[in-house]
């Protein structure tokens, strides 16, 4: 039933760790995003898949690659991590990329110790 | 860049009263959409301006989109518990991309 689901829920890792993080949406959209919402709660794109397509990258270091193998799906792998990057990390999607209403999931909690 | 501001921060009211956020827009935008954001939540889609100058009510809340499609507001009508969480205004302009406001986070006293 859940439109837009995220895994893990909660990630905890240390420093220079690498880890993923992985999004799916079962409501048959064409673009879908990753958002970092850091602890004053500000909302910062990340990247947008179009149809699989990367079609925003924002200035994020590299050591964030997103991938898409397929519509349904969009990942995030973060090398390397750094203190830094604790967030809470959205996923969500759209009908396309024209001006359509966002479908957030839960979101992913990431600690770096 | 496309750069969305809110105002204020943070709200706190007692249940009963009115509350306002503010979203200021330094380019024209295509719509408006606002977003609601419980605690421990995520983001929930409200409501979705486009044409100058709209008005839209849903229940107690009303949303305009300015005239010159540059700012936006969103009024709450007699707060309720219910309506605590962090209210984001977020601004679309000629690209895909939906740039958010910081927020607005509201509490309110029972």
């Known amino acids: 039933d859940t439109a837009v689901s995220q895994t893990p829920k909660y990630l905890v890792t240390q420093m220079g760790n690498d880890k993923s993080i992985k999004c799916e949406q079962n409501l048959g959209h064409d673009t879908m995003y990753w958002y970092k919402q850091d602890s004053k709660k500000f909302l910062k794109i990340m990247f947008s898949?179009?149809?699989?397509?990367?079609?925003i990258n924002e200035t994020v270091p590299n050591r964030f690659s997103p991938k898409s193998p397929d519509k349904a799906h969009l990942n995030l792998h973060i090398n390397s991590l750094e203190l830094g990057d604790s967030a809470v990390y959205f996923c969500?999607?759209?009908?396309?990329?024209?001006?359509?209403?966002?479908?957030f999931g839960p979101g992913t909690r990431l600690t770096v110790t | 860049g496309q750069q969305v501001m809110q105002i204020p921060q943070y709200q706190h009211v007692q249940e009963g009263e009115d509350f306002t956020t503010y979203c200021n827009s330094s380019?024209?935008?295509?719509?408006i959409q606002w977003y609601k954001q419980r605690p421990g939540g995520h983001p929930v889609f409200l409501i979705q301006l486009v044409k100058s100058g709209e008005v839209k009510k849903q229940k107690r809340l009303t949303f305009q989109f300015g005239e010159a499609k540059k700012n936006s507001s969103l009024h709450i009508t007699a707060t309720q518990t219910t309506d605590v969480g962090t209210y984001f205004c977020?601004?679309?302009?000629?690209?895909?991309?939906?740039?958010f406001g910081k927020g607005t986070l509201l509490t309110v006293n029972p």
């Open positions: 380019t024209t935008l295509s719509n």
């Open positions: 969500a999607s759209s009908l396309d990329s024209n001006d359509y209403e966002q479908y």
């Open positions: 898949y179009n149809n699989k397509e990367l079609i």
């Open positions: 977020a601004g679309q302009g000629s690209n895909y991309k939906l740039t």
